[in-house]
Structure formats: C-alpha cells, structure tokens
C-alpha cells in the first residue's frame, strides 16, 4: 500500500509527521514523501527541514493522498502541475486526505465541490468559498475524502484511517505504541474553549488576518 505524503516549503511540520507516524505502522504500508522536486523542504519555521524522495511524476497513483497544511499552502492554490497531479492521483486513490489547510488545495484542484469538508478553524470561509460543505468537526469523512481540522487533529484522523484500513484492533495497538492518550494542560485548544484574549491574540497574528486584510 502505497501512501503519498505531500511536502512543500513551508508546510507545518506536524501535519505531516503526526500522520506519518500512524500510517508507517500501518501492516504493509509503504509512507512516501513527495514533492514537486525532490529534495529538503524547509517547514514553517524554517528550522527543520523534510526530505521529498521522490518527485510527483515518480508516484503519480498512490492508494492513500495525503496534504498537509501551513503557510506555504497559500502558494499552492494555483499551482497547476500539482493540481494536475492530486486530480490523477485522487481518480485512483483508495483514500485522499488533508490536514489543517491542507483541504484548501484540495478545494483548489477541484476535489472538494460539494463534499463534506474541515480545515483549520481560521480557514473555514476558504474552504467554503472553494465549494466544500464546510463541517467545523475535528476529523470529516465524506466517501473516500478524509479532512482533518488543524494540526493536531491529523493523528485523529490517520487512526481512523487506520481502523478503515486495518481494523479497529491495528488502529488501537497503534494509538497505544503511539501512546496518544492526550491530556494537554489546558482546556484551551479550539476557540469555543480558549479565552476571548487568547481567540483575539492567534487572530491579530494570523496569516489568515492577514489575508484578509485590505
């Protein structure tokens, strides 16, 4: 089982290795990164650097997608070779997923009109104006489509993948290798349970504040 796992400058690093980490152990997985050119891709806080082994052309049909999110996302949405290959390799592929903002190029090559779909919190307008039925749910299935909410939410849902794939069993035995068993210190992870001063304080820095700005 071929699994492709887009990276590109500027990604969030998490999108793609959270996932990774759960789909490599899956029995008889084979995890790829890929990128238009192969070689290092410097991630969002350009500290840390993913290797793409091999190029778009190399894979173009791999049996899971996947496209992680980050700024670099923005310089995505019209990037027509890539587009040209996520609409190949989604035509084939037994499932095609995205983390964070990842699903906005998703909705940008066309793949999403009409779908149920999540992103990233601050994203939601996008990827309803992309022509998704935007869910604002943590992980959103729809046919062969997986969308996962930012960041985090990509190991959610690579273990319901997991348990597509695999059964309910490997998807556990996973999670408990992983030891993903989440208790985070405060209750402040999504903007309905963060204080208003936090909500206003990730808004004022937002590339998304940005975007929309005049």
């Not at 959270?18 to 290092?40: D, I, K, M, N, Q």
């Not at 173009?60 to 996947?66: E, M």
């Not at 499932?95 to 190029?105: I, K, Q, R």
Request: glycine residues 8%; negative net charge.
């Amino acid at each position: 089982m071929d699994i492709a796992i887009l990276i590109y400058p500027r990604l969030t690093a998490l999108d793609a290795v959270g996932p990774y980490e759960v789909l490599s152990r899956l029995p008889g997985a084979r995890v790829t990164f890929v990128a238009e050119h192969a070689g290092l891709q410097r991630t969002d806080t350009g500290q840390l650097a993913l290797n793409a082994d091999v190029t778009l052309e190399q894979l173009p049909n791999p049996d899971v997608l996947l496209v992680p999110g980050g700024p670099g996302q923005s310089d995505l949405m019209d990037h027509g070779v890539l587009h040209e290959w996520l609409r190949t390799a989604h035509a084939s592929s037994t499932w095609t997923t995205s983390v964070c903002t990842g699903s906005l190029v998703l909705g940008a090559a066309g793949l999403l009109t009409g779908k149920r779909a999540t992103s990233n919190w601050q994203a939601l307008d996008e990827l309803r104006a992309l022509g998704a039925e935007v869910v604002p749910q943590r992980v959103v299935f729809d046919g062969k489509l997986a969308t996962a909410a930012g960041v985090t939410a990509g190991i959610d849902m690579a273990l319901e993948l997991a348990a597509k794939i695999a059964g309910v069993q490997v998807a556990q035995a996973i999670q408990l290798g992983l030891e993903y068993d989440p208790q985070p210190p405060f209750d402040a992870g999504s903007p309905e349970k963060a204080p208003a001063e936090i909500v206003d304080a990730v808004r004022a820095y937002s590339r998304f504040q940005e975007a929309a700005a005049p």
